[in-house]
C-alpha cells in the first residue's frame, strides 16, 4: 500500500497558469489523511514559496524543496544544504563570460540577483522566489545560499550543463527542470535525497511511494519510487524513465490519478 505521494510542482501539480484546483485537492487531501498517506511536495522552488501555495497544509505536509537541498517535515527542518562560497564566485566568473546568461542565488529565506540583471528574466523568476532582493554585491548578501540559477540561451544549455558539471565535480550538479533553466545544487543532494531521508524517520519503504513529475530533475525521485508517473506533458526521458503515464497537468493529471488510486481503497 501506498504511504507516500511525491509531487513535482511546475509542469506536474500546477496548471498553465501555475495554481491548481484548491477544492478538489481539499477533498482528495482529506482522503490522504483518512488512509494515512502522506503528501510530499518536491519541488526545485525555495521553501517559503512552495508553503505559500499550501497556506493551509504547511503543517500537515512534507517539503523537499531547492531539487532536494532543503527538507522539511511538518513544519521541521530536516537538513539544509549549502552552497561553498567558492564555487559561488566560479559560476559567478562563468555567467560573466557567458553571453547571454541570466544568474540569481536562492537563499534560505529570500533570493539575490543584481541589480544590472535583465528586467525581463527577474520578472518571469520573482514568480518562483517572491522574495527577491536586488544587489550590487555578493557582500550585501546574509543568507545561506542554498542554489544557483543560471539561465543560458537554449542551443547552449546541454553544453553548459556538461561543462558546470565536469568543472564543478563534487561541489554542484547541474540539473534541468525543463524550462530552460539550470538550477546548480549541492553535489549529492537531490529529490531522491529528501525523499529518502523522510523514509528513514517515518519507516516508509521505496515500494510504499508513488511520485509525479515531469521534468530532469524529477528523474531521481521517480527511479526511487515504486510507483512512479510521468506527466503526459512531460521531458521525453522522464517518460521513458517512469513506469506510468499520467494525464498533462492541464488536466488535473496528479489529482485525477491519485482518485483513482483511493478508489481502489474503498
Not at 540561451?153 to 554542484?172: S, V, Y
Request: charged residues 20%.
Amino acid at each position: 500500500m501506498i504511504k507516500a505521494i511525491a509531487v513535482d510542482m511546475d509542469g506536474t501539480f500546477l496548471n498553465s497558469q501555475s495554481t491548481y484546483d484548491h477544492q478538489r485537492f481539499a477533498k482528495v487531501f482529506r482522503q490522504l489523511q483518512e488512509h494515512n498517506i502522506q503528501f510530499v511536495v518536491a519541488s526545485g522552488n525555495p521553501i517559503y514559496q512552495l508553503q505559500m501555495a499550501f497556506p493551509d497544509y504547511v503543517n500537515d505536509l512534507c517539503f523537499v524543496a531547492e531539487n532536494g537541498v532543503e527538507c522539511f517535515d511538518h513544519g521541521t527542518m530536516i537538513y539544509c544544504g549549502e552552497i561553498a562560497p567558492k564555487a559561488i564566485n566560479g559560476i559567478l566568473k562563468l555567467h560573466h563570460d557567458t553571453p547571454g546568461s541570466t544568474f540569481l542565488l536562492s537563499g534560505l529565506h529570500h533570493a539575490f540577483a543584481f541589480k544590472d540583471e535583465d528586467p525581463e528574466f527577474i520578472s518571469r523568476v520573482r514568480l518562483h522566489y517572491p522574495r527577491m532582493i536586488m544587489i550590487d554585491s555578493l557582500a550585501e548578501i546574509d543568507d545561506k545560499i542554498v542554489k544557483l540559477q543560471m539561465d543560458v540561451p537554449g542551443e547552449r544549455t546541454q553544453e553548459m550543463q556538461a561543462k558546470i558539471n565536469h568543472d564543478f565535480a563534487g561541489q554542484l550538479t547541474a540539473v534541468s527542470s525543463g524550462y530552460g533553466n539550470m538550477d546548480l545544487i549541492v553535489s549529492g543532494l537531490h529529490k531522491a535525497t529528501g525523499l529518502k531521508a523522510l523514509m528513514k524517520k517515518h519507516g516508509w519503504h521505496s515500494s510504499e511511494i508513488m511520485a509525479f513529475g515531469d521534468g530532469q530533475n524529477d528523474m531521481t525521485m521517480l527511479e526511487l519510487a515504486g510507483e512512479s508517473y510521468a506527466m503526459a506533458n512531460g521531458d521525453p526521458r522522464v517518460i521513458k524513465l517512469a513506469k506510468h503515464l499520467a494525464p498533462t497537468n492541464d488536466e488535473n493529471g496528479v489529482l485525477s490519478t491519485i482518485e483513482k488510486y483511493l478508489q481502489q481503497l474503498d
